[in-house]
């Protein structure tokens, strides 16, 4: 019965601390290095080489790759990265201002033909047309109000 336990008071409550310290340098050391990859393929006035450059000295010499690109190319990440999420946003505001204007269903281009029927400025078989093109899914309702208009 010679063998020696451990308990949870044989680890110091300070030696707690500088375990919890480093095991979040590590995690921090990796964030910092997807960051830098992540920068090298978002920033488009790099070349092909340049790029292949910045990643194999990342990864064969990481510690030094990582520290080199963040002094020599370090400023200018975080502009690259709010114009890259300016862009997405521009681009997420278009595509729901273009969701929330919608087009038209066909009830309501079948609602618009048929009133240009009646104003005369189509005729049966102008309406007939379009009305097999809205319900085919391909067209729309001609918007012209000159006489013999046909929307095309």
């Known amino acids: ?3 020696q336990t451990y308990l949870a008071y044989d680890y110091p409550l300070l030696s707690v601390f500088w375990s919890m ?3 979040f340098l590590w995690i921090m050391w990796f964030i910092l290095l997807f960051r830098i990859v992540v920068d090298i393929f978002r920033d488009d006035e790099l070349s092909g080489w340049a790029k292949a450059g910045w990643l194999v000295f990342t990864i064969v010499l990481p510690f030094l790759g990582v520290f080199v690109y963040v002094i020599a ?3 200018n990440m975080g502009r690259r990265e709010i114009a890259q999420a300016r862009a997405q946003q521009e681009e997420f ?6 969701t929330a204007a919608g087009g038209t269903s066909s009830v309501d281009e ?3 033909l048929s009133e240009i029927r009646s104003r005369g400025d189509i ?3 102008e309406f007939r047309r379009a009305k097999d093109l809205v319900l085919a899914g391909q067209g729309s309702a001609p918007t012209g109000s000159a006489p013999g208009t046909t929307g095309r």
Do not use: P
């Open 1 to 3: 019965m010679s063998a």
């Open 21 to 23: 310290l480093w095991f």
């Open 73 to 75: 190319r370090g400023k």
């Open 93 to 98: 505001n278009a595509y729901i201002r273009q």
């Open 110 to 112: 079948l609602a618009k």
């Open 123 to 125: 005729t049966d078989e």
